[in-house]
């Protein structure tokens, strides 16, 4: 996710808006940019990269004067990292620095290149710059025009635009996007999170979703629907890390609380009203595939298989799923006609990225679900569709198999689509429950402060199965992996069906057995097989919106119409579950001992 600083005062803002951008860097981006506005100079610089390559291209530039200004880190979601992408975005006399995606910027950019407006970036922010000085230059008010740009944007965005005519103002909007005011005696700051306003603001204004005015060294123009609003400033306290975490105990719980709004941004552009739409790929991508290959290591297979059965099952397409590791070795048969795909959170998995290039080299297609853009796998791939999870610190990936999950999804619908197997009724039933997603993510205050009690009875015993069928299967091996790497007991998934095929033996007391028990899947089938290990007295934590007697702890979860609305929720619960047990057991939940976030050795 893209970070946004500004800052109105006498005092250095070169330095405050790169310090403040350094503060945001765990938020993740390829590039960085800052406009500052004194006395009608405009200076502006963007680099590719790492924040230091922005220092190294201003360090000559220095202000000791009033200023206004503006900074940004991005995390890409609309074209490659490249310093014209990169923000602030400029008019001819104004600049825009954005976090979000407007889901509408196509048919604003056609508009106004048919009006002559010349566009620089393959953006969808630099619309908004384009917009408001098209809407200025009618109304010659600021505020009117800003107002007016951000009716005509829809959306997810946390805005600030700095402009000549108005050199003691910045406009500011948030709507989805994180966005905080900071002020103190004679400065006002803004930014994406509390971190940057650490040690320079003493109070700060958190602002709500539909929120918009403008600010200047001494006030704040508050605004929601027309209506001016009143200022609620509250002390701001805390440290850099803990507000990096923001107030979460691990950054790991902070990114399963973070899975509602990524998943939205996954999904916005995408999940449209009547269609999914994936604009980086060409109408006849799936010219010529008969077959779908995936291939990827630990929680990337996991999504890879999950969402095989939807591939087989929606898009009627045959698809395989393979770990990366045994796939470089195993000879495989390759032809033509194969669609191969990489899928990684990191985008630098050595086994997931030679994998590619053995597909490559065999003259497949290629594509890479991937999370980080311009890395290895993106760049070795011949197209990429990226999950926009944002960075992801927790070594145990959560927001990463989620957004994973849902690309995949969207995917197997778009490819339904193009071969005409879908009807109208279908499709919108299923883009129904994409959209519901997000939502079902969020985390249930109650359901959390259950799994924190019951996680006390599992921290110790002989072992765990994860247990699921269909779908639910490969959720049962994320969530026995999300358990192994960060609470170090042993735990597996299973397929439900399986379980009398032998593992059943070690059906006992202290045998933890996790059930996914959905309604909308094979429910009574996989109440059987539960009903087998009660019998034979294995403890049994039952997940699942029927209530189920026969298990020692049960998680009740919603009634739900689609069966990957109760796979998301499910997640989760399982992702909370391993987080509390870790948690008791006193490890280091965003660093497990052994596990890095990336692996790049064999
Ligand atoms: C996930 O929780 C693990 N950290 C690990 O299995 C990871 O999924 C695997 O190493 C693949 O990483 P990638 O998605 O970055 O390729």
């Known amino acids: ?98 976090n979000g995606i407007i889901e509408n910027y196509k048919e604003i950019k056609d508009s106004l290149i048919a009006e002559g407006v010349e566009f620089l970036s393959q953006t969808d922010t630099e619309v908004i710059v384009h917009l408001y000085e098209k809407n200025y230059k009618q109304s010659k008010d600021e505020f009117e025009a800003f107002k007016k740009t951000l009716d005509s944007l829809k959306g ?59 600010a200047t060294q001494k006030e704040i123009k508050l605004f929601s629907n027309k209506t001016p609003m009143q200022i609620e400033k509250k002390p701001l306290v805390g440290d850099k890390i803990s507000a990096q975490k923001g107030g979460f105990r691990f950054f790991m719980e902070k990114e399963i609380y973070e899975q509602s709004e990524v998943l939205s941004d996954c999904i916005l552009g995408r999940a449209l009203d009547k269609k999914v739409d994936f604009e980086e790929l060409d109408e006849n991508f799936f010219d010529g595939i008969t077959h779908i290959k995936i291939c990827a ?24 799923v393979e770990i990366a590791s045994e796939f470089r070795y195993k ?47 993106v760049r070795e791939a011949d197209t990429s569709l990226l999950a926009r999870a944002g960075i992801e610190k927790g070594v145990a990936s959560t927001k990463a198999f989620a957004t994973q999950v849902m690309v995949l999804w969207m995917l197997s619908l778009y490819i339904a689509e193009h071969k005409k197997i879908i009807s109208k009724d279908e499709l919108d039933s299923e883009l129904k429950a994409i959209k519901h997603i997000p939502k079902v993510c969020v985390v249930k205050d109650t359901i959390h402060q259950k799994i924190r009690r019951l996680s006390k009875r599992y921290l110790h015993g002989h072992g765990f199965f994860f247990i699921g069928r269909d779908l639910f299967f490969p959720l049962a091996l994320e969530g026995a992996l999300k358990l192994k790497e960060i609470s170090y007991l042993h735990a597996e998934g299973y397929p439900a069906g399986e379980m009398k095929h032998g593992p059943i033996a070690l059906a006992d007391a202290n045998l933890f057995t996790v059930a996914l028990m959905p309604k909308n899947l094979h429910y009574e089938k996989t109440k059987s097989n539960v009903e087998e290990l009660s019998a034979r007295d294995a403890t049994i934590l039952a997940i699942s919106p029927l209530e189920f007697d026969l298990s020692d702890d049960f998680i009740k979860t919603t009634i739900q119409e689609h069966p990957m609305e109760e796979f998301f929720e499910m997640m989760v619960i399982t992702q909370l579950l391993a987080l509390e047990i870790s948690i008791r057991l006193g490890n280091d939940v965003d660093m497990p001992r052994n596990l890095a976030k990336s692996v790049t050795v064999e």
């Open 1 to 98: 996710m893209c970070g946004i600083v500004g800052y109105i005062g006498k005092n250095n803002s070169k330095d405050i808006l790169l310090d403040g951008l350094a503060e945001l860097e765990y938020r993740g981006y390829d590039s960085a940019g800052i406009a500052i506005l004194e006395t009608d100079n405009i200076f502006h610089s963007k680099a590719v990269g790492k924040l230091q390559n922005l220092k190294e291209k201003t360090k000559d530039f220095q202000i000791d004067a009033f200023s206004i200004g503006i900074g940004h880190t991005r995390w890409a979601t609309h074209g490659n990292p490249t310093e014209l992408n990169a923000h602030p975005h400029l008019g001819e006399f104004s600049y825009v620095v954005h």
């Open 156 to 214: 997810a965005y946390a805005i600030l635009l700095i402009t000549k005519t108005a050199q003691d103002k910045i406009f500011f909007a948030k709507n989805g996007s994180p966005m905080i005011i900071g002020t103190n005696s004679d400065e006002l700051f803004f930014a994406s999170s509390d971190a940057p306003l650490l040690g320079l603001a003493n109070e700060v204004v958190y602002l709500k979703d539909d929120e918009y005015g403008y």
């Open 297 to 320: 290591c630990g929680t990337s297979y996991h999504s890879a298989l999950a969402t095989s059965y939807l591939f087989e099952r929606v898009a009627k397409i045959s698809t395989s």
């Open 331 to 377: 000879e495989p048969l390759l032809n033509h006609e194969t669609l191969f795909i990489v899928i990684s959170q990191s985008g630098e998995t050595a086994d997931t990225l030679e994998a590619l290039k053995m597909a490559k080299n065999a003259g497949l297609k290629t594509l890479s679900i991937c999370n980080v853009d311009n890395s290895s796998i």
